[in-house]
Structure formats: structure tokens, C-alpha cells
């Protein structure tokens, strides 16, 4: 199924540069190169990312999100964080290209604002407008599983692809697209939402509220809900000994320290998992024809192997015949930074095309 990557695509500019931080390499001697923000807006947590042009990182800020004090604090977290960016990286507002923002729950893309962001309890909140005031740069917000598809393409494991679908397991199951150089969206709000393909007729209760979500059967979520089950049964010996049966604490590497400690049923859960993402991931191939697919995200950086060869094998048994060699899968390359370099590269892609 390793089939050929699109030759036909344009290679985009610099899309060999990876991620450095300010110590690796000396500010820019040009006080008039422009510069370009990357921010990952997490439920969590929140990344910013300044760039020069090539996208080497010029510096780089992490802090919590906290996005239970309300949007009024989050926005002045966000702002903070560029304000210091900058500071540090001795550069005058007035360089900045863009800001690019990767940010969770329905938004508006035209209007640049996020209309619900259920992690945060944050809703209408036209982040576009208020940074493009503070900042005097343009400002492009798009979602955040898209910004790390867009990094994957432009920078990692989908660099040169016609058609770029990326898939990322966790809590739920991200999905994202990019063609022909652009972010596939749809009218007013993006789209690929994979982890709530139904796959389960009337089957469980998804967070979405509908029943039978890919989410329900093949998140990091709904498996570790098994691995607890198996482990409360006495099946999993070596994860009930370090981590017991709260979901808490049964994450990505616990799951993978488990199957190296033998606990065999968990390797056969998730290997059912990954076969059910790859199912309804043959279905995607049919009806949008990728011609790379880039799996991401910390299961899949836990257990690269398994997810390659399970989704692998159950992509080949369900895809239309004439699709099984038109694609590569892959996984993803660029981890965490992601986020913010896709954010800023697409920031720089809206400003200059």
C-alpha cells in the first residue's frame, strides 16, 4: 500500500525548514525582515511561536490556558504571550507579517471568530478583530487540527502532496485536509470532521450527543474506557499495577508501557481500535482520493508501529480496488510544533498567496 507520493504538486517554498529555537541561531541582521506568529490555542495549554521567513523559530512561549477565568483572561494570556515574544525576540510589532491562531471548537473563519470552544467555556469571541487592533498585522484563525495538517504539509510528512488528510487519535479523533495548497473548509467553518463518522448503528452516546461516532469506538478515550474494563477483570495485570482503573490515568504512554509489559489484551483493544479508524478511513479515501495520509498525535506517537500496520491492513481490506495504490501512509513528523508552524505558515500564505 506504499504507493506513490504526488510528483505532480509544486513543491512550496522552504518546505524543508524545521523548527529551532533562538539559541540555535542569531536573530535576523535585517531590521526589516518581516516576521510571522504561530499560536496554538489549546484547552490546556497555549503555544506561541515567533518565525522569520524561513520559519526558523526566533522564540517560543508555553503557559497554561486557563480557560476556566473566562474569554476576558484567556484573550489577555494570548496577548501577553505575543507581547513578550516579541520583547524577547527584540522585535518591533511593526515586522510582524501575520498572526496565525489554531484554535479549538466551531469558528467562524471569515469573521475570525470562535463562536463555542467547550474546553474553554469561551463562546463569540472575535479574537481576529481584538489582535489585528492590538497588533496592527493581519490575523487568520483557522481550526487547530487543520493548522497541524498544514504544518505536516508544508514542513513534515506530507511535504509535496496533491491531497493531504490528516488523522489524529486522542481524546476525540481530529481529521483535517489540505488541497492543492489550501486548507479544505467549508463556507464559513471547517470541515473534516472524521470522529464523528457514524460507524455504529444506535451504538453509544458520542460527545457530539449523536450515537455510534467513530469517536465512541476508536478514541484514546473510549479504549482507555476498555483497557480500564480489562483491567478491573483482571486482564491486565501489569497497567492495573501502575495505573489502576481511572481513566485519568490511562494515557498514551501508560498504554504503551502496559503492552510492553505484556498485558496482551490491551495490544488486542487497541489493534481493534486502530482497525475501526482505518476502516472509516477507507471510506474518507473513497470519496476524497489523498494521495498521502499523515496519522498524528499521542497515540500514535506511543505506538507508531501499530497504528502503521493495523490501519494499514484495514485500509487495504476496505478501500475500493482501484484506490488501494494511490496513496501513502505515514506518520506525522513534526509533534507539538505542529500547531504553531502551520498556523504561521498559513497566516504568511493568506497575507502573500
Known sequence: MNQPSAGDAERPPEATASISTSADRKLPVDPTERVWLGFDLGGTKMNAVLFD??????????????????????????????????????????????????????????????????????????????????????????????????????????????????????????????????????????????????????????????????????SRLALSAEIAKAAYRGQAPYLLRVAGTDLANIRSGTIKESIDGGDEVVEGIMKDGAKLLGMALAGTVNLLAPDVIVLGGGLVEALPKLYLDEVGKSLSKHVMPSYEKTFELKTAKLGDDAGTMGAAAWARYCVEG
Open 53 to 218: 521567513r524561513k520559519f526558523e523559530a526566533l522564540a517560543r512561549r508555553k503557559k497554561k490556558t486557563r480557560g476556566a477565568e473566562g474569554a476576558a483572561a484567556g484573550i489577555e494570556r494570548i496577548r501577553s504571550s505575543i507581547e513578550k515574544l516579541l520583547e524577547e525576540s527584540k522585535v518591533e510589532p511593526n515586522r510582524l507579517g501575520g498572526i496565525g491562531v489554531g484554535c479549538p471548537g466551531p469558528l467562524d473563519l471569515n469573521e475570525g471568530v470562535i463562536l463555542a470552544a467547550p474546553n474553554l467555556g469561551w463562546r463569540d469571541v472575535p479574537l481576529k478583530k481584538i489582535l489585528e487592533k492590538e497588533f496592527g498585522c493581519p490575523v487568520w484563525i483557522c481550526n487547530d487540527v487543520d493548522a497541524g495538517v498544514y504544518g505536516e504539509y508544508r514542513f513534515g510528512a506530507a511535504v509535496g502532496a496533491r491531497t493531504a488528510l490528516g488523522v489524529f487519535p486522542g481524546t476525540g479523533i481530529g481529521g483535517g485536509m489540505v488541497y492543492e495548497g489550501k486548507i479544505f473548509r467549508g463556507k464559513k467553518s471547517s470541515c473534516m470532521e472524521i470522529g464523528h463518522i457514524p460507524v455504529v448503528a444506535d451504538g453509544a452516546v458520542c460527545g457530539c450527543g449523536r450515537r455510534g461516532c467513530l469517536e465512541t469506538v476508536a
